[in-house]
């Protein structure tokens, strides 16, 4: 996994709440047996005027102007800030693979949707949950300001704005660990194997009917 | 000190250990597999040289993917049938149980693993698939992971997980003749909204839950996810224990009499603190309706479409400005007064052997109507198929114009052929209305399987009560 240190990008504003999966990645690309390639395929059906499939050449399509990743302003784009309840829907890891394969780093709303945001660690994209009107500024200004930046900053735990305001944020100790260290979980977890092993003894013998 | 929620009881029960800052490594109990969120898991697992940990932990079955009609030809999608020969090839690879295409198990993984006893009370259950809380009916722990979490799983038996907070939604008094579980579920998101659960493992309580047979309680936990709540829970009783009994995968003998016994604490303590309480009143659920493009924007069948000019925050006013848009619905439109194109009847949701009794009472003798263009049952696995059709189901369906089809995922998401087309308007027993879900430009509007007969029927929504 990609370690997420201090990251600074260009914002884009997605202005919209109760972004589902099912329109940040929609369910023909599902059909893939692979982890990469998503990213010419985010949010699809908005940033394509026709049906899209497995197997086209996307740089062939037509692009709908009035999208906002479309914008040329916004090309390049790694923050992405969206409204309330990002990422519902179904759990399929594709629309963080989606965003991270177009280059999205981390993306800041007010709220997220849960298996979203636990699938997001497991892939070096941030997703970060800061105030309502904190959020609603960050929406303000990136408007305003043709080329609007903002940094990151992990270790820290704090967002930065070109101005030099900051923003702090929380995060689990455990998913900052290995944000920062870019750690497999599995790896870790398999540390405990002796736990694990000494859990289904004793559960065996309360529930044996459960192996 | 405070009594135990049920979720309180199944957690404790699960963790392994505990670190400092409250991560718990949880025991998983049963892991259900399926082709579309596990080939890159697989491949994980492979490229680690690492194995499974527990293989009789997991049950793995086709059901995205698969077609409906024309078995007899295969997938005709290449990329679908990759798909799932990858999951075969996996399967055989490691020695797990999967009920393949053609195996009269084969269904919707949230149909067959209760068919199956596979899912069993107290359990925790995980699956690629966020509508795993449909075996939370079961009074177990089941919820939806991501693909990581799934070679997680696979490779360690446990999920790394911090607690979620306690929430009780009670349904009191008892519901009206023709309100149905998905009705329940809907009024229940439409108070809570979308995210209101996010953050919660919901338990479902009060006598309108009490009162709902297994099928009707999958229905309300399936949809958990919906209002933001990954896991939904029903406590066990006499129903639950009654539906498990003799199943392949339940246990026999002397593990049967253990088992009721264990299974039987799993309900809230009288004492147990909730962190959020919603109460309902059951008799003033009428059948509802889906009109926007979020699970919340539903209404009872008798309502109106909102008007954004009424909304006093911008962002909500705006959402339904574009709900209403991508619907092709006016403000203020009685939604009895809307026509439909087609008719889903199908899905994790309302795919089981009651939800097409429920349809085919109101089919039986009638005709789907003329502005109906397709109208289509999926039944939710090769076992509910038979049991219909032992009941004569698929005649009273065939009979009214309505198309039987092979079990799988179908029109809920559309990855097979069985999609709407661009600006096309489906009453549908899934769970998900969003933009696109049953195809690009498409048009859901959830209800209960009697409601989405009674619409097939007549062309339009109407108040299956009145029929």
Known sequence: ?211 | MAGKTLYDKVWDAHVVRQEADGTCLLYIDRHLVHEVTSPQAFEGLKLANRQPWRINSMVAVPDHNVPTIGLEHGITDPVSRLQVETLDENCRDFGITEFRLGDIRQGIVHVIGPEQGATLPGMTVVCGDSHTSTHGAFGALAHGIGTSEVEHVMATQCLIQKKMKNMLVSVDGKVGSGVTAKDIVLAIIGEIGTAGGTGYAIEFGGQAIRDLSMEGRMTLCNMAIEGGARAGMVAVDDTTIEYVKGRPYAPKAADWDKAVAAWNHLHSDEDAVFDRVVRLDAASIKPQVTWGTSPEMVIPVDGNTPDPEQESDSVKANGIRAALKYMGLQANTPISSVQIDKVFIGSCTNSRIEDLRAAADIAKGRKVASNVKLAMVVPGSGLVKQQAEQEGLDKIFIEAGFEWRAPGCSMCLAMNADRLEPGERCASTSNRNFEGRQGQGGRTHLVSPAMAAAAAVTGHFVDVRAL
């Open chain 1, 1 to 211: 996994m990609e370690k997420f240190v201090v990251h600074t990008g260009l914002v884009v504003p997605l202005d919209r709440s109760n972004v589902d999966t099912d329109a940040i990645i929609p369910k023909q690309y599902l059909k893939s047996i692979k982890r990469t390639g998503f990213g010419p395929t985010l949010f699809d059906d908005w940033r394509y005027n026709e049906p899209g499939e497995p197997g086209m050449d996307h740089s062939q399509r037509s692009v709908n102007a009035g999208f906002v990743l479309n914008f040329p302003r916004y090309a390049g784009a790694s923050v992405l800030l969206a409204r309330e309840n990002f990422g519902c829907g179904s759990s399929r890891e594709h629309a963080v693979w989606a965003l991270t394969d177009y280059g999205i780093r981390t993306v800041i709303a007010p709220s997220f949707a849960d298996i979203f945001f636990n699938n997001s660690f497991k892939n070096g994209l941030l997703p970060l949950a800061l105030p309502v009107e904190v959020v609603e500024q960050l929406f303000r200004e990136t408007q305003a300001q043709e080329g609007y930046q903002l940094t990151v900053d992990l270790p820290n735990q704090q967002v930065v704005t070109p101005a030099g305001d900051a923003f702090a944020f929380s995060i689990d100790e455990f998913r900052k660990y290995c944000l920062l260290n870019g750690l497999d979980d599995i790896g870790l977890t398999l540390q405990h194997a002796d736990d694990i092993r000494a859990y289904e003894v004793q559960r065996k013998q309360q529930a044996p009917w459960l192996f």
